[in-house]
């Protein structure tokens, strides 16, 4: 991924910033790299079992879920040319979430229901991916909707999925299978793999909407 480097087993985003959440700062050649724990962020734990995605740095994007602004922080250094709608409902972490935006350009907060994406409709443009890590029973619907109102043609959309947050009783083989085939209605899937140990019970989902480009290498 673009301006990721393993430091031995661990991935660090080059950054102009510093610590964000307690994170190892690491320097080489002149750069500043920042610590980015797989145990804290579930696009980190991609990373580290073997996933990549290609991102050129200039993407729109669209975080529902932003929460306090981990996983945000180094996202926006991936996308450091790009901008990044962050929309978090929990007030507490967003007041966290702000504290991260005042030293960075390119994250827009918004302070709304991810499950109302009208209300923000006149906020955020069409985007190019769509990350969406929210527990929540009915995630599949909430991105499908915010996909129909701002993913461009041929947009992306990568899900983290929590098994237990859709249904506490089934197995998370059958959650997960469920998931895909749902998504698949609407996506075309590029790549699903599972993120434990790091997230138990966690599942990721790469999809587009209808292109043939190629973002994720093996």
């Known amino acids: 991924m673009r301006n990721v480097k393993f430091f031995g087993n661990v991935p660090a985003t080059k950054s102009r910033y510093g610590s964000h959440y307690g994170e190892r700062i690491f320097e080489q050649d002149g750069e500043r790299y920042r610590e980015w724990i797989p145990w804290r962020s579930k696009l980190s734990a991609m990373l580290v079992k073997g996933y990549e995605i290609d991102l050129k740095g200039d993407e729109k994007v669209l975080y529902l879920g932003a929460a306090s602004g981990t996983t945000l922080s180094h996202l926006a250094d991936v996308v450091d040319e790009g901008v990044i709608y962050a929309v978090e409902y929990s007030a507490k972490p967003f007041k966290k979430l702000l504290e991260l935006v005042r030293s960075r350009k390119n994250i827009i907060p918004i302070f709304g229901d991810a499950s109302k ?38 947009g992306r959309i990568l899900i983290m999925v929590k098994a237990k947050s859709i249904d506490s009783t089934a197995e998370a083989e059958q959650v997960f299978g469920n998931v895909l085939e749902e998504l698949s209605k609407s996506f075309r899937i590029l790549q699903s793999g599972r993120l434990d140990p790091f997230h138990k019970e966690h599942m990721f989902v790469l999809g587009e909407r209808h292109s043939s480009a190629e973002w994720v290498k093996t």
């Open 117 to 154: 994406p009208w209300k923000y409709s006149g906020i955020v443009e069409k985007v190019d991916l769509i990350y969406q890590d929210i527990s929540q029973k009915n995630q599949v619907e909430i991105l499908k909707l915010n996909s129909d109102f701002f993913l461009k043609s041929g």
